[in-house]
């Protein structure tokens, strides 16, 4: 189980909030695979009336696309789907993100293990793979899309539209008993 820590001291206005459940999705470019989760999973969670309980961000372990927004593939794909991904911008994960994040999920294991490098001692329990939260997919990875056609992009968001409800049911579980 995740618990979260808040930071006395500290710039982040997400940890500065009590209660409030805090998630990263992170993929390598973050253009394509995290801000399409982070999409995907907003608009779950603010269906649900979840909104001031659950605040949602998106990462890449690379930085070659820092300030851009999300692939017009990607957003077009998203778009189809109901789903906005208009000012999205795209950002590099680091360590700090682990005392920021309850929940810092990678899109694929080789993020996993880039993200397993910077991770401060002692937080590695906020470090998941994305789809552990769609166990019933048996699936590691939810594939880059990015060098592929548009199939991928579909692809994409069919598994992160099921790893999100897992998510989300997991988080009312575990934080939202009440
Ligand atoms: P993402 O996809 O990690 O899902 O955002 C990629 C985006 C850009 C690159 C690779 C993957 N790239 O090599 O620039």
Redesign the pocket.
């Known amino acids: 189980m995740i618990i979260r820590t808040c930071q006395a001291r500290t710039t982040s206005k997400l940890a500065e909030e009590p209660g409030l459940v805090n998630v990263l999705f992170v993929?390598?470019?973050?253009?394509?695979?995290?801000p399409s989760a982070e999409g995907v999973f907003r608009a779950l969670v603010d269906r649900e009336g979840l909104a001031g309980r659950i605040a949602v961000d998106s990462a890449?372990t690379g930085g070659?696309?820092i300030g851009r927004p999300p692939d017009p593939r990607a957003e077009k794909a998203a778009r189809r789907r109901g789903f906005d991904l208009s000012g999205l911008r795209a950002r590099q994960a680091g360590r700090e993100d682990f005392r920021r994040f309850d929940y810092v999920l990678a899109?694929d294991r080789d993020n996993h293990a880039d993200l397993a490098g910077v991770c401060p001692p002692g937080e590695d329990h906020r470090l998941a793979l994305f789809l552990e939260f769609a166990p019933g997919l048996d699936l590691d990875d939810v594939p880059?899309p990015?060098y592929g056609g548009a199939e991928g992009f579909e692809q994409m968001l069919d598994l992160i539209e099921i790893a999100s409800r897992g998510l989300l049911a997991h988080i009312r579980e575990t934080h939202f008993r009440d």
């Not at 993929?27 to 995290?34: A, E, H, T, V």
């Open positions: 993929c390598l470019g973050n253009i394509c695979r995290s890449g070659w696309h899109m880059d990015y």
